[in-house]
């Protein structure tokens, strides 16, 4: 009778969806059910009987084996919430609850790899609504003050021009009138600008090619940035065309202009840039305020001084500035977000302090047929193996949420980690998938450094500045394979298609 109540229990514990095991006093899996072997990725042939070290080297110098270690020691109960990281790179969340037994320790674990990704994912989305309801509610009062000091101005510009026009012109306090007229004019036009932020000005929106508006300043763009700086740029022909108002779209331009200028103090290269790109749905939903469809994408990129992420975070809003009192109203970004916001837009910006800024700028497209959207296909079997290697966190989740359904894949937040794996991986790795800005080294010496241990590996490059940009100031080798942030599956699709089929060779892909 006892062993078949004995049969049960085990049938019981096996049957469980939470795992448990017991961890004898050596540290020796003595007992592990079906659902430990799955969290583990290994058999029960490969765990019991054999000590934790042995199964998944480093794990002793785990937080977690530091709470297991003092439950075995204290004989006392604990609970971790432990991110675990497998040899092959992946990792995955577990909650764990430690309870001691008479043969040691018995870990209880529950698999919230999915839920943490679900609560990172809508954490993202929070953020992003709260920073629109915030620009909105900027832009509601920045509106209500323009509109009640435009009143005011009306009246003291009005009443001025009535005093010159009464006043002879050898008065004595004409001179004064005329710098207070002046001072006039500088307010009206700034209020203006935060009429633009909070999208309350009357425009005049119309059928619009932005190769052409582009071309017909480009002199204007060169007399604004000066000798110092060079100007380039690549317009894709034959576009379709947007809906706006071409006068509002000449001042985004030459606000990223001569916010390009200021960035760059003793000169160097600004960039103009167009091309058609499509966001799918998926993109959308993930990105706040943006609409699927097909796109012509507006890029204005510097090599300047570059910004942090706190101070990307602020540089819409009304302002806001780094330059110093003298030098500027913090209006001019601001007033870039309004208008494309207006224009049913959106606006993206990658920067990297010392390397310079791109602005990214999505207009839909007023004379495209609907598209249908086109699944996540990569063509793989799920035999090929990615090395994945960004330091921004939301990046590493959103690509590899995309790649594991199709690919094994190896993560990385840094370059040293990425040459580890390299070094200890068991099988090939097909391709590595990189950043090209990161801390300890660039993608490209870090493609290098791969090379050596895994000679044929292909490479993939990723970056938030345009492939015209990051190839020109040597941030990748000429023709390399290059995928452009922010990243749509279908263009990551595609981007790994054209890597896996030519091999070394290159093709650069764009955002579509």
């Known amino acids: 009778m006892a062993a078949t109540l004995g049969q049960v229990a085990l049938d019981v514990l096996d049957n469980l969806r939470e795992g448990c095991q017991v961890i004898d006093f050596d540290y020796r899996y003595v007992y592990v059910n079906d659902a430990v072997c799955i969290h583990a990725q290994r058999s029960r042939a490969e765990l019991v009987g054999r000590r934790m070290r042995e199964c998944f080297p480093g794990i002793d110098r785990t937080p977690m084996f530091a709470v297991l270690e003092r439950a075995m020691d204290r004989r006392v109960h604990e609970r971790l919430e432990n991110e675990f990281t497998y040899p092959n790179g992946s990792t995955g969340w577990f909650d764990l609850r430690f309870i001691p037994v008479p043969e040691g320790v018995c870990i209880l674990s ?27 509610a900027v832009g509601r009062l920045a509106g209500g003050v323009a509109h009640d000091f435009n009143n005011m101005l009306a009246i003291i510009l009005t009443y001025g021009d009535l005093t010159l026009g009464d006043l002879p012109d050898d008065h004595p306090v004409r001179e004064n009138i005329i710098e207070s007229q002046k001072a006039g004019y500088r307010a009206a036009a700034l209020t203006r600008q935060l009429l633009d932020f909070s999208r309350q000005r009357a425009v005049e929106p119309r059928i619009m090619d932005v190769n052409e508006a582009i071309t017909g300043i480009h002199k204007m763009v060169g007399s604004l940035v000066g000798p110092s700086i060079q100007v380039v740029t690549q317009l894709e022909p034959s576009l379709p065309r947007v809906s706006l108002d071409p006068g509002q779209f000449e001042q985004v331009v030459m606000n990223l202009v001569a916010n390009a200028r200021d960035a760059m103090p003793d000169g160097g290269t600004l960039t103009i840039e167009t091309s058609r790109v499509s966001l799918d749905k998926r993109y959308a939903d993930a990105h706040f305020g943006t609409t699927p469809g097909s796109h012509v994408l507006l890029a204005v990129s510097d090599t300047g001084i570059g910004m942090d992420r706190d101070t990307q975070q602020r540089i819409f809003e009304p302002f806001f500035t780094t330059k110093p009192v003298s030098k500027g109203t913090g209006l001019g970004l601001s007033t870039v977000f309004g208008i494309v916001q207006q224009a049913s ?112 590996i292909r490479v993939l490059y990723m970056s938030g500045y345009t492939s015209t940009v990051a190839t020109s100031r040597g941030y990748v080798p000429a023709g390399a394979h290059f995928l452009e942030k922010p990243i749509t599956p279908a263009a990551l699709a595609r981007a790994l298609r054209g890597a896996f089929a030519q091999g070394t060779a290159a093709t650069s892909t764009q955002l579509a």
């Open 345 to 456: 837009g959106s606006i993206w910006v990658y920067s990297e302090p010392g390397f310079g800024s791109a602005f990214k700028i999505y207009l839909p497209c007023v004379d495209v047929p609907a598209e249908h959207e086109i699944p996540f296909d990569v063509g793989s079997n799920g035999t090929k193996t990615i090395l994945l290697v960004d330091d921004d966190p939301v990046m590493r989740l959103l690509v590899t949420e995309l790649l594991r359904p199709h690919y094994t894949v190896l993560v990385a937040e840094a370059p040293e980690q990425a040459l580890a794996m390299c070094a200890s991986a068991n099988a090939t790795i097909d391709l590595l998938l990189s950043d090209i800005m990161m801390p300890e080294m660039t993608g490209q010496e870090l493609a290098e450094r791969v090379r050596v241990m895994h000679p044929d």
């Open 110 to 136: 529950m698999d919230t790899t999915e839920r943490r990704r679900r609560d990172d994912a809508m954490r993202r989305l929070q953020d992003q609504l709260h920073h629109a309801q915030k620009m909105e």
